[in-house]
Protein backbone atom coordinates (compact mmCIF):
# COMPACT_ATOMS: atom_id res chain seq x y z
CA UNK A 1 0.00 0.00 0.00
CA UNK A 2 1.43 3.40 -0.97
CA UNK A 3 1.60 6.12 1.64
CA UNK A 4 -1.31 8.01 -0.18
CA UNK A 5 -3.54 5.37 -0.37
CA UNK A 6 -3.15 4.23 3.70
CA UNK A 7 -3.71 8.28 4.00
CA UNK A 8 -6.78 8.03 2.45
CA UNK A 9 -7.88 5.17 4.29
CA UNK A 10 -7.23 6.78 7.50
CA UNK A 11 -9.45 9.65 6.33
CA UNK A 12 -11.96 7.50 5.36
CA UNK A 13 -12.06 5.57 8.57
CA UNK A 14 -12.29 8.63 10.38
CA UNK A 15 -14.87 10.14 8.60
CA UNK A 16 -16.50 7.16 9.08
CA UNK A 17 -16.23 7.32 12.86
CA UNK A 18 -17.29 10.76 12.90
CA UNK A 19 -20.70 9.77 11.08
CA UNK A 20 -21.18 6.98 13.50
CA UNK A 21 -21.54 9.82 16.46
CA UNK A 22 -23.46 12.47 14.27
CA UNK A 23 -26.18 9.41 13.75
CA UNK A 24 -25.98 8.88 17.59
CA UNK A 25 -26.33 12.49 18.44
CA UNK A 26 -29.58 12.79 19.45
CA UNK A 27 -32.13 14.13 17.38
CA UNK A 28 -34.35 17.79 18.11
CA UNK A 29 -37.01 16.32 20.48
CA UNK A 30 -40.46 16.92 18.97
CA UNK A 31 -43.41 16.22 21.52
CA UNK A 32 -46.09 17.96 19.48
CA UNK A 33 -47.67 14.48 18.61
CA UNK A 34 -48.68 14.62 21.91
CA UNK A 35 -51.92 16.47 22.33
CA UNK A 36 -51.03 17.43 25.92
CA UNK A 37 -48.35 19.72 24.72
CA UNK A 38 -50.92 21.92 23.17
CA UNK A 39 -52.00 23.09 26.29
CA UNK A 40 -48.98 23.25 28.36
CA UNK A 41 -46.20 24.50 26.02
CA UNK A 42 -42.74 22.08 26.20
CA UNK A 43 -40.13 25.24 26.57
CA UNK A 44 -37.45 22.35 26.97
CA UNK A 45 -38.32 19.36 25.10
CA UNK A 46 -35.53 17.53 25.68
CA UNK A 47 -36.49 17.39 29.52
CA UNK A 48 -39.07 14.96 30.82
CA UNK A 49 -41.89 16.69 31.09
CA UNK A 50 -44.35 16.33 34.45
CA UNK A 51 -47.65 17.20 34.54
CA UNK A 52 -48.77 17.10 38.68
CA UNK A 53 -49.78 19.61 41.87
CA UNK A 54 -48.40 19.38 44.91
CA UNK A 55 -50.79 16.66 45.88
CA UNK A 56 -49.56 13.57 47.87
CA UNK A 57 -49.25 12.02 44.49
CA UNK A 58 -48.16 14.32 42.84
CA UNK A 59 -45.21 15.01 44.92
CA UNK A 60 -44.36 11.58 44.57
CA UNK A 61 -42.83 12.08 41.40
CA UNK A 62 -41.44 15.51 41.90
CA UNK A 63 -39.47 14.23 44.51
CA UNK A 64 -38.18 11.24 42.95
CA UNK A 65 -37.05 13.87 40.14
CA UNK A 66 -35.11 15.83 42.47
CA UNK A 67 -33.67 13.24 43.79
CA UNK A 68 -32.44 11.82 40.87
CA UNK A 69 -31.25 15.18 39.79
CA UNK A 70 -32.82 14.13 36.34
CA UNK A 71 -33.67 17.48 34.21
CA UNK A 72 -37.44 18.06 33.88
CA UNK A 73 -39.96 20.84 33.14
CA UNK A 74 -43.05 20.76 35.46
CA UNK A 75 -46.52 21.47 34.34
CA UNK A 76 -49.08 22.66 36.74
CA UNK A 77 -52.09 21.45 36.13
CA UNK A 78 -54.92 22.99 38.12
CA UNK A 79 -57.80 21.37 39.87
CA UNK A 80 -59.74 24.54 40.42
CA UNK A 81 -59.83 25.23 36.46
CA UNK A 82 -60.78 21.20 35.83
CA UNK A 83 -57.50 20.85 33.97
CA UNK A 84 -57.28 17.35 34.73
CA UNK A 85 -60.73 16.69 32.43
CA UNK A 86 -59.78 18.50 29.65
CA UNK A 87 -59.11 16.45 26.29
CA UNK A 88 -55.37 17.25 26.16
CA UNK A 89 -54.28 16.08 29.62
CA UNK A 90 -56.77 13.23 29.25
CA UNK A 91 -54.99 12.32 25.94
CA UNK A 92 -51.98 11.54 28.50
CA UNK A 93 -53.88 10.62 31.23
CA UNK A 94 -57.20 8.70 30.71
CA UNK A 95 -58.29 8.44 34.11
CA UNK A 96 -58.31 11.94 35.06
CA UNK A 97 -55.53 12.03 37.54
CA UNK A 98 -51.86 13.59 38.29
CA UNK A 99 -49.29 12.85 37.98
CA UNK A 100 -47.66 11.62 34.59
CA UNK A 101 -45.30 12.57 32.70
CA UNK A 102 -43.66 12.40 28.61
CA UNK A 103 -40.19 10.75 28.50
CA UNK A 104 -38.49 12.70 25.61
CA UNK A 105 -35.84 9.83 25.98
CA UNK A 106 -37.78 6.78 26.73
CA UNK A 107 -36.93 3.30 25.87
CA UNK A 108 -34.93 2.60 22.45
CA UNK A 109 -34.65 7.01 22.60
CA UNK A 110 -38.48 7.15 21.60
CA UNK A 111 -40.57 9.27 23.99
CA UNK A 112 -42.57 7.37 26.66
CA UNK A 113 -45.93 9.07 28.15
CA UNK A 114 -46.65 7.25 30.93
CA UNK A 115 -49.50 8.03 34.28
CA UNK A 116 -50.22 6.62 37.35
CA UNK A 117 -47.55 7.41 40.09
CA UNK A 118 -45.83 3.77 41.03
CA UNK A 119 -45.38 3.30 37.62
CA UNK A 120 -43.50 5.92 36.68
CA UNK A 121 -41.65 5.55 40.03
CA UNK A 122 -40.61 2.34 39.04
CA UNK A 123 -39.63 3.59 35.81
CA UNK A 124 -37.43 6.86 36.92
CA UNK A 125 -35.63 4.55 38.72
CA UNK A 126 -34.83 2.02 36.47
CA UNK A 127 -33.61 4.67 33.96
CA UNK A 128 -31.40 5.69 36.43
CA UNK A 129 -30.58 2.98 38.08
CA UNK A 130 -31.34 4.63 41.92
CA UNK A 131 -33.78 4.23 44.52
CA UNK A 132 -34.86 0.58 43.55
CA UNK A 133 -32.21 -2.20 44.91
CA UNK A 134 -30.47 -3.99 41.81
CA UNK A 135 -31.17 -7.10 43.34
CA UNK A 136 -33.65 -9.48 42.29
CA UNK A 137 -35.56 -10.17 45.53
CA UNK A 138 -34.80 -7.26 46.97
CA UNK A 139 -36.26 -4.96 44.06
CA UNK A 140 -39.92 -7.03 44.24
CA UNK A 141 -39.69 -6.64 48.27
CA UNK A 142 -39.03 -2.31 47.64
CA UNK A 143 -42.01 -2.77 44.57
CA UNK A 144 -44.17 -4.74 47.40
CA UNK A 145 -44.49 -2.04 49.70
CA UNK A 146 -44.93 0.42 46.87
CA UNK A 147 -48.14 -1.26 45.82
CA UNK A 148 -49.11 -1.44 49.54
CA UNK A 149 -49.09 1.95 49.82
CA UNK A 150 -50.28 2.16 46.15
CA UNK A 151 -53.69 -0.11 47.41
CA UNK A 152 -54.02 0.71 50.97
CA UNK A 153 -52.16 3.79 52.33
CA UNK A 154 -53.25 6.52 49.61
CA UNK A 155 -57.08 5.07 48.96
CA UNK A 156 -57.76 4.86 52.65
CA UNK A 157 -56.00 7.87 53.78
CA UNK A 158 -58.05 9.73 51.18
CA UNK A 159 -61.41 8.91 52.67
CA UNK A 160 -60.00 9.59 55.98
CA UNK A 161 -59.80 13.25 54.38
CA UNK A 162 -63.28 12.90 52.68
CA UNK A 163 -64.95 11.88 55.62
CA UNK A 164 -62.93 14.01 58.44
CA UNK A 165 -61.85 17.35 56.54
CA UNK A 166 -64.22 17.24 53.06
CA UNK A 167 -67.83 16.97 52.30
CA UNK A 168 -68.30 14.01 54.20
CA UNK A 169 -67.92 15.69 57.25
CA UNK A 170 -71.29 16.49 57.69
CA UNK A 171 -72.62 13.09 57.00
CA UNK A 172 -74.59 12.31 60.03
CA UNK A 173 -74.15 8.33 59.57
CA UNK A 174 -70.30 8.37 61.36
CA UNK A 175 -70.02 4.69 60.34
CA UNK A 176 -68.03 5.05 56.73
CA UNK A 177 -65.62 7.55 58.49
CA UNK A 178 -65.13 5.15 61.54
CA UNK A 179 -64.58 2.32 59.26
CA UNK A 180 -61.90 4.38 57.39
CA UNK A 181 -60.19 5.41 60.43
CA UNK A 182 -59.85 1.71 61.71
CA UNK A 183 -58.43 0.75 58.55
CA UNK A 184 -56.09 3.65 58.50
CA UNK A 185 -54.75 2.94 61.98
CA UNK A 186 -54.33 -1.11 61.47
CA UNK A 187 -52.22 0.03 58.11
CA UNK A 188 -50.21 2.69 60.31
CA UNK A 189 -49.94 -0.05 62.41
CA UNK A 190 -48.40 -2.18 59.85
CA UNK A 191 -45.87 0.40 58.80
CA UNK A 192 -45.16 0.61 62.56
CA UNK A 193 -43.89 -2.51 62.67
CA UNK A 194 -41.96 -2.47 59.79
CA UNK A 195 -40.13 0.86 60.67
CA UNK A 196 -39.36 -0.33 64.09
CA UNK A 197 -35.88 -1.70 63.51
CA UNK A 198 -35.48 -0.20 60.18
CA UNK A 199 -34.40 3.46 59.26
CA UNK A 200 -36.69 3.27 56.41
CA UNK A 201 -38.86 0.61 54.51
CA UNK A 202 -36.22 -1.42 52.97
CA UNK A 203 -33.69 -0.74 56.11
CA UNK A 204 -30.77 1.37 55.48
CA UNK A 205 -31.73 1.57 51.82
CA UNK A 206 -34.29 4.73 50.95
CA UNK A 207 -36.23 3.93 48.16
CA UNK A 208 -39.12 4.85 45.69
CA UNK A 209 -41.43 2.49 48.50
CA UNK A 210 -40.88 5.59 50.97
CA UNK A 211 -40.88 8.48 48.32
CA UNK A 212 -44.55 6.68 47.77
CA UNK A 213 -45.52 6.47 51.29
CA UNK A 214 -44.25 9.48 53.62
CA UNK A 215 -46.17 12.17 51.55
CA UNK A 216 -49.39 10.79 52.38
CA UNK A 217 -48.37 10.00 55.97
CA UNK A 218 -47.21 13.71 56.03
CA UNK A 219 -50.61 14.28 54.25
CA UNK A 220 -53.03 12.42 57.00
CA UNK A 221 -51.38 14.96 59.97
CA UNK A 222 -51.00 18.17 57.87
CA UNK A 223 -53.54 19.17 55.18
CA UNK A 224 -56.19 16.31 56.52
CA UNK A 225 -55.48 17.37 60.22
CA UNK A 226 -56.16 13.84 60.91
CA UNK A 227 -53.71 13.29 62.72
CA UNK A 228 -55.23 13.17 66.46
CA UNK A 229 -58.23 11.05 64.60
CA UNK A 230 -55.84 8.50 63.75
CA UNK A 231 -54.23 8.47 67.12
CA UNK A 232 -50.61 9.17 65.28
CA UNK A 233 -48.63 9.27 68.77
CA UNK A 234 -48.70 5.22 69.03
CA UNK A 235 -47.00 5.06 65.50
CA UNK A 236 -43.66 6.29 66.82
CA UNK A 237 -41.68 4.39 64.43
CA UNK A 238 -43.58 6.18 61.58
CA UNK A 239 -43.17 9.80 62.77
CA UNK A 240 -39.68 9.28 63.31
CA UNK A 241 -39.52 8.05 59.84
CA UNK A 242 -41.02 10.83 58.58
CA UNK A 243 -39.22 13.44 59.74
CA UNK A 244 -36.41 11.77 58.07
CA UNK A 245 -37.79 11.94 55.08
CA UNK A 246 -38.69 15.43 55.52
CA UNK A 247 -35.19 17.04 56.48
CA UNK A 248 -33.66 15.43 52.78
CA UNK A 249 -33.23 18.85 51.05
CA UNK A 250 -34.79 17.04 47.70
CA UNK A 251 -38.19 16.29 49.83
CA UNK A 252 -38.07 19.51 50.93
CA UNK A 253 -37.92 21.15 46.73
CA UNK A 254 -40.00 18.47 45.72
CA UNK A 255 -43.15 19.09 47.92
CA UNK A 256 -43.52 22.42 46.35
CA UNK A 257 -43.28 21.37 42.85
CA UNK A 258 -44.83 22.87 40.59
CA UNK A 259 -46.78 24.98 42.54
CA UNK A 260 -45.03 28.32 40.99
CA UNK A 261 -44.91 26.33 37.54
CA UNK A 262 -46.82 28.23 34.69
CA UNK A 263 -50.46 26.58 34.35
CA UNK A 264 -51.80 25.95 31.03
CA UNK A 265 -52.28 28.35 28.40
N1 LIG B 1 -53.39 5.92 41.56
C1 LIG B 1 -53.13 7.25 41.09
C2 LIG B 1 -53.93 8.23 41.91
C3 LIG B 1 -53.69 9.66 41.46
C4 LIG B 1 -54.69 10.62 42.12
O1 LIG B 1 -55.61 10.21 42.82
N2 LIG B 1 -54.46 11.88 41.87
C5 LIG B 1 -55.36 12.91 42.37
C6 LIG B 1 -54.58 13.97 43.13
S1 LIG B 1 -53.73 13.31 44.54
C7 LIG B 1 -56.05 13.58 41.20
O2 LIG B 1 -55.46 13.75 40.16
N3 LIG B 1 -57.34 13.95 41.34
C8 LIG B 1 -58.06 14.67 40.32
C9 LIG B 1 -59.44 14.13 40.07
O3 LIG B 1 -59.78 13.07 40.62
O4 LIG B 1 -60.17 14.76 39.33
C10 LIG B 1 -51.63 7.54 41.18
O5 LIG B 1 -51.03 7.12 42.16
O6 LIG B 1 -51.08 8.19 40.27
Redesign the pocket.
Known amino acids: MTAASAEFRQAELSWRIAAIFRARKPAMTDLSVFPVTKKWLARFPERIQLYS?P????V?VSIMLEETGLPYEPHR?S?DNGD??SPEFLSL?P??????IIDPNGPDGKPLPL??????LIYLADKTAQFLPRDSAARYETIQWLMFQ?SGI??MF?QVGFFSKFAGKDYEDKRPRNRYVAESKRLLGVLDRRLADRAWLMGDTYTIADM?TFPWVRNLIGFYEAGELVGIKEFSNVTRALEGFLARPAVARGLIIPAAAPAAA
Open positions: LTPNGKVFQMSNNKIPAFESGAIMGPGA
